[in-house]
Each structure stands twice: as C-alpha cells, then as structure tokens.
C-alpha cells in the first residue's frame, strides 16, 4: 500500500536520526510503536509504497549527505523546515546559522516550493513580545526571500507538559509568559503576514483558523496538493485526516517516536521530559527497527509481526 510518510511530527529524525533512517531504507521498513494504544506495526519504505516523505526539522545540515542516496533510489520528498530565531532559552541546542545555510542549499538543490517554512511556534514572553517577533520575522524574511514560497505559524499551545516543562522560565530565569488575548493574536499575525507579503511569501496558519484572512491561509503542513504539484501532475488522490482541532493535513504515517528529540525546545509537546529525551538519543540503536528501542526488543516486535501475516500488525500493551 503506498503511503506518505511522516518524518517526523514526534522527533527530529533529519538533525539527530539520519543514519537510522538510513538504515531504515536499506532494509525497507521501520517499526511503529503507537504512542496511543500500543499497537505495533511495521511500514514499507520501498520506493514503490513511498509516494512522498514529508521531512521535517529544525537543521537538515546533518541529513544532506544522504539527499543523493535518496534521489538516487527515485524517492519523493519535501521538507518542513522550522526556523524560529527564538533565544537560546527557548531553544537550547539548535544552530541557527547552520540551519539558515542549509534552508538556502536545499531550496537552491530543489525548490522553494518544496520547503514550508515554519516560525512556528510563536511564545510570547517577557523577552520575546510583539515587537522582537516582528524584527525577528522581518530578519529571517529578508534572508528567504526567493528561497521559500510559504511560512507556516502557530502559537504556542500549552498542553500539560509543554507548562512543565515551561514552568523553569518562571522559577529560574524570571521570564514571564504572556497570555494575549484572541484580537492581540489576530492582530500581530495581520502584521507578520504584511511583512511576508513585502518578501513575497505566504502565509499559512496551523490549527489557529481564528487568524485567518485575504493574506493567512488555511495551514496543510502535510499537503497532498504540494505532493501533487511537485510530484503527481498528472494527478494524485489523497485525502485530509486532521491530526487535532484545526489540522488541515493530509492522511500519512508517522515513524518517529515521542521522547527521544534532544533538540530540548521548552514549548515542544513531542517531548514530556528533556532528559529522558537526551538519554534516549544517547543510548539509541540506529540498527533497530522501532526507533528508540533497543534491538533486542526490536527485533522480538519484527518477529511477532512478522507471524502475524500481511498486515503487519501485533496488538500489545501501551508503551507510553
């Protein structure tokens, strides 16, 4: 069954997994560890089930070695690329300026209509208000005009462990998080989106449909229309299935896994616990098949699968 796959919506796979991935497509398959329910199952990675990756990340600088092995074998793949130029308290182990540098390669390699950029999420804060996202959006427009087609953006939504793991701001370091009001949000998206205009890009709102208008869309971060332009111009069928309230994305699979992004972004909801994310990534197998497990039980869940005939799929207990 051909499919498109998500790399990744629960880690960055590009910036810290790629020699798995890679491994992944040598044997053609990655396991799945539903974060919800605990069934397992295994994806084909083969090029003829892939109709497209949809990677994404906040640095692909790691992962462009393996772009010709890629293109060699004839897979199909755009990227959504997160650039937010918050400060190092919000973000602290990502290289901007590496991550800058590689979005312009791979727009100049491919295209600017096969990277979504994403200033996304947006925290508003005692040190990052309206006025630092306005020239901060204004710095990074200025540096992708021509390189990019689309900027996708949100604000911060704080899930019980996004609030966790924000909490440190409030305790430590004596920053305090805003809460705007709906008109405040609308109004600075309207402010963004003048901005992107001036640098011809549009803009593009994810699960936020309050803030849109004649100059922000409806976001579709994983977009059989893209896939279609870039890939399918003699057609392709495809259809939404929303992730969460006001998703607008297209039906994929995912193969990432949750807790086990090093990047330790505060506001990210992928990860309940830095430190359980970092040891993850520190002490993960690239030869296993499911993503953050080691190989020993990894290859027992391939087995048992296995088993279990063509579908793929083993029923067990939930692992998150």
Known sequence: MRRIISVSRRTDIPAFYGEWFMRRIQEGFAGVAAPYGGKRYLVSLAPQDVDCFVFWSKNFTPFVPHLDTLDRLGYRFYFNYTLTALPAVF???????SALKTLRYLSDRYSPRHINWR?????????????????????????????????????????????????????EKGIRLLQ???EEKIALADRLAAIADRYGIRMYSCCGDSLLSDRIHKAHCIDGGIIEQ???PQGFQYQEKPTRKGCGCTESIDIGTYDTCPHGCLYCY?????????????????????????????????????????????DGPALF
Not at 91 to 97: F, L, S
Not at 144 to 161: H, I, P
Not at 275 to 293: E, I, K, N, T
């Open 270 to 314: 992928a990860n309940a616990n830095k430190a359980v994310a970092r040891a993850a990534y520190q002490h993960h197998d690239p030869d296993s098949a499911f993503l953050g497990f080691d190989k020993s039980q990894s290859d027992a869940w391939v087995a048992e699968i296995q088993r279990n005939g063509p579908d793929g799929e083993a």
């Open 119 to 171: 200033f996304d999420p947006i925290v508003l804060s005692s040190i990052t208000n309206e006025d630092f996202y306005l020239d901060a959006f204004e710095y990074l427009a200025a540096q992708l005009a021509g390189r990019v087609e689309r900027c996708y953006f949100s604000f911060v939504t704080e899930y019980e462990k996004v609030k966790r793991n924000l909490l440190p701001l409030l305790t």
């Open 180 to 182: 705007p009001h709906a």
């Open 230 to 232: 870039l890939f399918f």
């Open 91 to 97: 973000e602290t182990n990502v290289d901007e300026a």
